[in-house]
């Protein structure tokens, strides 16, 4: 099955390094993964090819044309394909969503906005997902719109030379990834953790849980509560003492809730 992307955006070339390059390039080659573009400049019905206008009520910038981008869009979607409003005020997008939309999904349809943005009725009306990458304001959509396409192509089997790799990245159990190593053994003073040399199976997969466990705590909080309930009394004691001790900058919090 290949996974299929369009993106909706004034500035297609925008796109075109991207494609060339790592894991999206090698999944094009293979006929995993698909990239088109849809400019609504090309549906445009005057000589000066408009597609914003001054927004109604006043403000600053220009909107895109609902009339406009509807007959853009209607070009390229059939009943299967799913459209997603790229926009910072859209719910943060996470490796939950990237895994369940590419696992069930064969085409998706990012709307790039520009400028002051889409007219509402169009999003309301077209979209079926409303998406940011986090809580800072863009030139546009496209760069969020490639963060979500990568994120995705990496749960397309085949796309990965390994396909345990993506079941190993942060966040797919709800916690950061363990620290990586690799030679020289000895860089800077610093010696990489005796427990990886031992060839020990288990000691080493213990001592990457603790490491997972140790860096959220510290590094991301809101992650550690979120899967509080799934960690074993002895992790739970391992985070109430990091943050006891005054590690990080995190100071402890109930955690009865």
């Not at 999944?27 to 993964?33: A, E, F, S």
């Not at 609504?40 to 403000?59: I, L």
């Not at 003073?189 to 040399?197: D, N, W």
């Not at 009394?233 to 109930?254: D, I, N, T």
Request: proline share 5%.
């Amino acid at each position: 099955m290949t996974l299929r992307f369009t993106a909706f955006t004034l500035f297609p070339n925008f796109f075109s390094a991207h494609l060339q390059e790592g894991v999206f390039s090698r999944g094009i080659k293979q006929n995993l993964l698909a990239f088109d573009t849809v400019n609504p400049r090309d549906f445009a019905e005057d000589e000066r090819r408009k597609v914003d206008g001054h927004p109604v009520g006043g403000g600053d910038g220009m909107v895109l044309l609902p009339d406009v981008c509807a007959r853009a869009l209607d070009s390229v979607v059939s009943p299967e394909t799913v459209v997603i409003h790229v926009s910072p005020g859209g719910k943060v997008f996470n490796n939950i969503w990237a895994r369940t939309l590419a696992e069930n999904t064969n085409h998706i349809v990012f709307l790039c906005g520009r400028y002051a943005g889409f007219d509402e009725r169009f999003v309301q009306s077209r979209a079926h997902h409303e998406f940011s990458i986090g809580d800072f304001v863009l030139s546009g959509g496209e760069p969020a719109a490639l963060c979500m396409m990568d994120a995705m192509a990496r749960f397309v089997p085949g796309v990965l030379g390994n396909a345990q790799s993506a079941l190993a990245d942060s966040f797919e159990d709800g916690l950061l990834e363990a620290p990586q190593y690799t030679h020289p053994i000895e860089f800077n003073g610093q010696i990489v953790p005796k427990v990886l040399l031992s060839g020990h199976h288990a000691e080493i997969a213990r001592y990457r849980r603790q490491e997972q466990i140790r860096r959220t705590a510290l590094q991301r909080p809101d992650l550690i509560h979120r899967q509080w309930d799934s960690l074993t009394r002895a992790e739970q004691k391992q985070v109430e003492s990091l943050w006891k001790s005054g590690s990080g900058s995190q100071s402890p919090r109930s955690l009865s809730r």
